[in-house]
């Protein structure tokens, strides 16, 4: 070990940057108390040592498996404890390279120290909300190095907040590796950072592969190498294994068997190539197919040379259960490749292999002893048996057998759990959870089966090398030898108990790896000898690395780090199942070096972006992909974290209630919200002087029919009503459909003396404690005392009496009537003086509270003490008595004392005439459609002595209109809300006063409110216009969003939060009206609420489970007007707003009501003109559909045909500018969501909002337009690569055209394709119209008449189902599962009385959900089950249908545009002179400047010489051809997308690989000519997998260099292949 005076000496450049750690800690912060775990205490001597050292500078521990590296890191952790522990804002790091690892790690540090420790591992992609979160929770960080380098790339975690940085297994940073480790290190760990981490490594080998070097691993971590020189101390605990190795003889490959069978696998393979050729029509499919077949074949070779044949058939066994996960490129291939011809060649193998392996036997009994020979299984195979087989088994013995193919663990597992000699062996295998095969879960299973005892057997790729606590075994063997001197010393690792042995099986035959071990040996002692004579310090070393930052949030990536930032933008485009946008790469040799271009699918911002000239192919891809990455961000694609917008914009819409993806419960959620009372009705009157004025209003009140009498009442209030309230009306429902229309009559001013004043507030509470408070009359006396003028700031303030008629337009108060109820002897109110209104004629009678005279008691209120019922005394039956008949039998003598047992004490007086007082209701609630009829007034007999006389003068015609009163201020107090809301928005913006208060209400007033009108519609149009202005403004505006973007932009705009924000802003909430009016919370003067409402109250008063309990009733109703309102409702008020202003005003109001609310929809006219202007670019591809014909077609000739032709393009079209429909399809589909929207509103003004909604759902969906497509064959104009797209289109208009109903057509998968051509097309026009709507309702109105049809109107089947259960109170069930790529749902109901189920298959789980909704359905209907509710069919039948209206547009179309003329089509020039290479700093005219175009082969040309000859080599290959793209991915066999300046011979070289044939081979085959003037003449030779018995050679021209002669012939080659067919035609389809 170092001393320390060489310590302190080295790395004098970090030190002083590491002391900053230290120095920055707080040290009376320390934690004052030992933490309750102490690794200290179970520490050895040499980690005590080792910890020491790195505290004192930065680190990397060389120990090997099992010394206890991790224990150390512990112990560094614990002691650098005061700069970690909370409050502290730094953190610890710890790295491990695998999922396994961390979770392993990080369970080992929470037994070992008491620190808060957070684990990331998978595809931890986050928010910066999220990594803030959890550093601020948490003290140590264990994760993937993948996860670190992501967070400090996009800056989410800075490197200055690392107090300690641990890597696990750091042999992988090494100086030439793009290992996260690595990249960490180079880019982030920078010598001018203030603060910079300790660094820890650890490994058992610091030299890892080729290339490594311990020299570079101190360097790139900036520390230096330790390990425990005194071994002795070392052996203490740990035990070194023995070595063995056994040779097995291999054989000669060309032995007859092996030659058999790899011919015949051989065959196989190229019978199954000739067919990908033949059945496969589509490109990307044909390429991918090919790719995986070959890559299926190695693996069977290699399995056939390694394990036999056994080995060979179980790997496809494995392979054809769909595991083809070898390698990663194996896993991109297969999603776009023809799974069936790998399967058939799979089944082929199988089918060969099975009969000659069940030649000697049953084919399942593997312990026959005759099996066990060749080619059955490999010599390899049986010298592995053999030492397993010899190896005495002992209790708690395990073992471990590395191989290095997943393939080869899998198959080798199986072989040896099934001989059944090996039976004291349970095997299992282990391989990494990211090859797809085992889940973590399952990884851990198999894992403490190990440890159990369960299995002592395991079969493991490289992943039980590292870290793993796998416990140690007495037997390790090596099946396939390591590869580098780290796996040689970790595998080692695992044999480390007493006598252990460590073997390898080696070929006797194989030179290269009979030296392997000694060489591993060697590298091992020459590794410590130089780590035990290292005295220099830590070299200082900066790391030139190209990256791109941003100064902004300083996010920065390396140029490695950019590819796969660019596959992941690409990922992020949108995208279907007929098109995966994914980059293309493109190489070709320039004088300066090697340059790469990328072409980015058709549907980015960007197209095409050309690297400058590299030395490599990898560094020219690393410099395109940072230059794309760089021009990406610089036109907004990227944000300024370097992350596709929807990865970045979480967090922020998260804290800033604007992220798209809403849930139901954000929208369901409620809040407390102050409902406005209006300014009008609280202006209080005072009574300081002697009178004061009042405004008045006759209540005028008109019933149908007139059966009924009122009394004459007026409205006062100190101040007039607003203009418009004034003259207020209101239709008031009684029962059987009588109605009574009211209207507010202004009358002038009038004069209350004081007195009067006093008298008017006693009878106003009196009449509203008759009507509302009853009980409280039941006593003797009741107070009329008011102190409401001085109690409450929130009362209501006016005043409802009883009125005399009006004379010359003015009216005067009923004073005389109001005295007589005062006088009445239950208030005890002195000096009334009332006048004698007794008659002469009027004659006294015996009531139960005292001798009153008749005239008293007529037209009075009394109360029945037995029945506890009030009663207006209409008349006195002078001709009746208490003898006369009640009823039919009885009189009403016998009637009370048999009933009540009430003697009636004068039954000879005579009865009297009462009607019951009514209970006050809601006269506001909707109309019931019945026709009204006539109500005969009920009234009853009373004997007098039974009443009580309460109130004088109180007639059943003031009860009456009484009754309706508190409705009419209902509606007043609403009216006179919406009223000022129109004020504010008068005041706000101009356009704000042409919107009407009827209209303004009616958006105000939710369903709920139970009124006859609400603000649903108004809802539905402003939705609509909403989704429209802020689409249209967003696609003016983000020229460079693609649709995608544009689609996240407009939803974070319009989703219910954003616009919940916006309103609560402007206060919108406190105008809603969401509670229906309930007469018992009727509180006006006279009657305050009696619930005070304070902060500190509030939170008991109104609770809101109270609120979900009864949310008819939405709660207490207290003095502050408190309600609870959700969420969605405050959102969709704003909609119905706007439209509302669409509806009396137009769209420029609905737009300025809009920039008012916070939400932007302006936009610019030049706009659309550079937009249509751009659009001539897709001219060229104007031979690829009959233009003229489509135009026809849907009679509009477009003054801009590049935009007609952009419509049809599909992104999977490979277009030299880029381009596709997508961003029209964005405008088209808002502009048809409202020309739909305005058409429904318009033709049903009469459809219920619930009905209108469900109308807009049926019309507005992609299987609808999907219909629009086919009718009107928008399908046969579509420029796209995809023949698979092709045919789903196909099958789906013919499924259509085959007429078994549209209830049959959702039985299959409709391409979301046909939808999007007519949303494209309808977006094309409105732009070529230049936003002219008008123009474009004339022409959608025309095209759209198959979804504005009612009789093929269908409803989801869906909510069919759930309605037609919730009638009958089913439970409606389903499950679902997937077999072969498709889905199976079932949908049931299985109750008492009904039983029935529906069974549905689709490759779409939506569609197959559908379908057995819709069977289900319609097998319940036909049991003759059926929803209590109308269908929508029949409700549209019945409903009125008016002449469809294009609502609220005024705007002025840009006449530019619109009249711009006919646009010459351009003819696509073959001129590669015209192409000009698109360079990075020309991003900003990227729209408007050619890009490269691809090689087109000239159809001039003339044939090549071609000779076909025997194969040029006929051995049999194994491996993968030798020349392959660099990048992996895939190539356009025909260069459509490449540069102009790839060379044919380029080419050539990409289409072999992309083919899996050997590369060409170019040879000079003649020189003619003289020295000086020779000419030179090239042949190419190729071979193809198809065709595997031929061989082709092609010649070129003579020329004078030799570089141009292999030109020509390659270019022969080319044109060969191209008319034979290889390479992909684009006009095969058509």
Known sequence: MYGGESSVAAANGISERLLTLSLDGDEEQQISAKPEKDPRKIARKYQLDLCKKALEENVVIYLETGCGKTHIAVLLIYEMGHLIKKPQKNICIFLAPTVALVQQQAKVIANSIDFKVGIYCGTHVKSLHYWKKEVEENEILVMTPQILLHNLSHCFIKIELIALLIFDECHYAQLDSNHPYAEIMKIFYKMDVVKLPRICGMTASPKSGKGGSIDGLEALLRAKVYTVEDKDELEKFVTSPKVNVYYYSSGDRSSLPHMIYTRKLEEIKNQSMSAVRINSLDQSIHRSTKKLLQKLHCNLIFCLENLGLWGVLQASHIFLKGDHYENTDVVEEESSSDSNVCNKYLHQVVSVLASDCAGDGKEADLSSVEVLKEPYFSKKLLRLIAILSSFRLQPNMKCIIFVNRIVTARSLSHILRNLKFLSAWKCGFLVGVHAGLVSRKNTNIILDKFRSGELNLLVATKVGEEGLDIQTCCLVIRFDLPETVASFIQSRGRARMPQSEYAFLVDRGNRKELDLIEHFKKDEAMMNEEISLRKSSIPITSFDERTYKVDT???????????????????????????????????????????????????????????????????????????????????????????????????????????????????????????????????????????????????????????????????????????????????????????????????????????????????????????????????????????????????????????????????????????????????????????????????????????????????????????????????????????????????????????????????????????????????????????????????????????????????????????????????????????????????????????????????????????????????????????????????????????????????????????????????????????????????????????????????????????????????????????????????????????????????????????????????????????????????????????EALENLVGYKFSHKGLLIQAFVHPSFNNLLGGCYQRLEFLGDAVLDYLITSYLYSVYPSLKPGHLTDLRSACVNNTSFADVAGKWSFHKFIICDSSVLREAIAKYINIGKSGTGKEHIEEKTCPKVLGDLVESFTGALYLDTGFDLKLVWKTMLFLLDPIISITKMQCNPLREINELCQSYNWELQFSSSKKDNKFT???????????????????????????????????????????????????????????????????????????????????????????????????????????????????????????????LRNSCRSGLPTAKLSNGSSVDSNGKGAPTNVSAKSRLYELCTSNCWRPPVFECCQEVGPSHLKEFLFKVMLEMEEMPNEAFEFYGELRARKKDAAETAADAALWYLEHEGYIWDRNHDK
């Open 553 to 1187: 949030t300083g996010a920065t990536i390396s140029s490695i780090m950019s590819i796969s930032l660019l596959h992941h933008y690409c990922s992020k485009l949108p995208h279907d199942e007929y098109f995966h946008p994914k980059p293309q790469f493109f190489y070709y040799d320039d004088t300066d070096g090697m340059v790469c271009t990328i072409i980015l699918p058709a549907n980015a911002p960007i197209h095409q972006i050309v690297s400058s000239p590299q030395s490599s192919t990898e560094a020219a891809k690393k410099d395109a992909c940072l230059r794309a990455c760089k021009a990406l961000h610089e036109i907004g694609a990227l944000t300024d974290y370097l992350l596709p917008e929807q990865d970045d914009k979480h967090e922020e819409l998260t804290q800033d209630l604007s992220d798209s993806d809403v849930s139901i419960e954000e929208d369901s959620r409620a809040e407390l919200h102050e409902m406005l009372v209006p300014a009008a009705l609280r202006k209080p009157w005072t009574a300081a002087g002697i009178s004061t004025y009042f405004s008045c209003y006759y209540i005028e009140i008109c019933p149908t029919p007139a059966d009924r009498e009122y009394r004459r009442f007026g409205l006062f209030m100190k101040e007039p009503l607003p203009e418009g309230a004034g003259e207020m009306k209101v239709e008031l429902c009684l029962a059987r459909g009588r109605m009574v229309r009211s209207q507010l009559i202004p009358c002038g001013v009038t004069r209350f003396h004081r007195d009067e004043i006093a008298d008017a507030e006693m009878v106003q509470k009196m009449f509203l404690q008759i009507i509302l408070d009853r009980h409280k009359f039941v006593s003797e006396y009741v107070s009329l005392k008011n102190d409401d003028v001085s109690n409450s700031s929130s009362s209501t303030f006016y005043l409802l009496l009883p009125i005399e008629p009006a004379k010359h337009g003015s009216i005067s108060v009923d004073w005389a009537l109001i005295r007589r109820c005062l006088s009445s002897p239950i208030f005890k109110l002195p000096h009334l003086d009332v006048g004698d209104q007794t008659s002469q004629s009027s004659k006294y009678l015996h009531l139960a509270n005292g001798h009153f005279s008749s005239d008293d008691v007529v037209d009075g209120l009394v109360y029945v003490p037995c029945s506890n019922i009030f009663f207006f005394i209409s008349d006195v039956y002078w001709e009746k008595s208490g003898r006369s008949l009640h009823g039919y039998s009885n009189d009403h003598v016998q009637h009370y004392k048999e009933k009540f047992d009430i003697h009636l004490a004068y039954p000879d007086q005579p009865v009297l005439k009462a009607k019951q007082l009514f209970v006050l209701d809601n006269l506001l609630r909707k109309k019931k459609l019945s026709e009204w009829r006539e109500k005969e007034e009920h009234f009853i007999e009373l004997p007098p002595e039974i009443c009580q006389l309460k109130v004088i003068g109180f007639s059943k015609d003031i009860g009456s209109s009484l009754s309706l009163l508190p409705s009419i201020m209902h509606r007043l107090e609403s009216f006179l809300v919406a009223i000022e809301l129109k004020n504010k928005l008068a005041e706000s913006f101009p356009e704000g006063a042409e919107v009407t208060t009827a209209r303004v209400l009616e958006a105000l007033t939710t369903e709920r409110c139970s009124e006859s009108f609400s603000l649903e519609r108004l809802e539905v149009l402003g939705d609509a216009f909403l989704k429209f202005a802020v689409g249209r403004c967003l696609f003016l505006k983000h020229d460079a969003s693609d649709e995608g973007q544009l689609t996240r932009k407009r939803s974070n705009i319009v989703n219910n939060s954003n616009l919940l924000k916006l309103a609560t802003r402007k206060k919108l909430q406190v105008y809603i009206r969401d509670q229906s009016f309930e007469p018992d919370k009727f509180y006006a003067f006279g009657r305050p609420c009696p619930i005070n409402c304070t902060k500190e109250t509030q939170e008991n008063i109104h609770s809101q489970d109270y609120c979900k309990n009864n949310d008819r009733n939405s709660g207490v109703r207290c003095n502050r007007c408190h309600h609870w309102l959700y969420n969605k409702t405050i959102a969709d008020a704003l909609e119905a707003l706007t439209g509302a202003f669409i509806v009396d005003s137009g769209f420029k109001s609905a737009t300025a009501f809009l920039n008012w609310i916070g939400v932007e929809v302006d936009f610019t006219l030049p706009k659309i003109d550079n937009i249509c202007s751009a659009s001539e670019s897709f001219l060229p591809l104007s031979s690829r559909m009959d233009v």
């Open 1385 to 1511: 749902v079932e949908a049931k109901v299985d109750e008492k009385n009904v039983s029935a189920s529906a069974l549905a298959t689709n490759i779409s789980g939506k569609v197959a959900k559908r379908v057995a909704s819709r069977q289900l359905f319609e097998c319940l209907k036909a049991q003759g089950y059926k929803t209590k509710l109308p269908s929508l069919e029949e409700v549209l039948t019945k409903s009125e249908a008016r002449e469809a209206k294009l609502i609220g547009y005024d705007e002025t179309p840009s006449t530019g545009t619109a009249n711009s003329g006919g646009v010459e089509v351009l003819e696509d020039s073959d001129s590669e002179d015209a192409a000009k290479d698109y360079q990075l700093r020309n991003i900003s005219t990227l729209k408007s400047k050619p890009i490269s175009r691809p090689i087109e082969l000239p159809s001039h040309r003339k044939p090549p010489e071609v000779r076909v000859t025997q194969p």
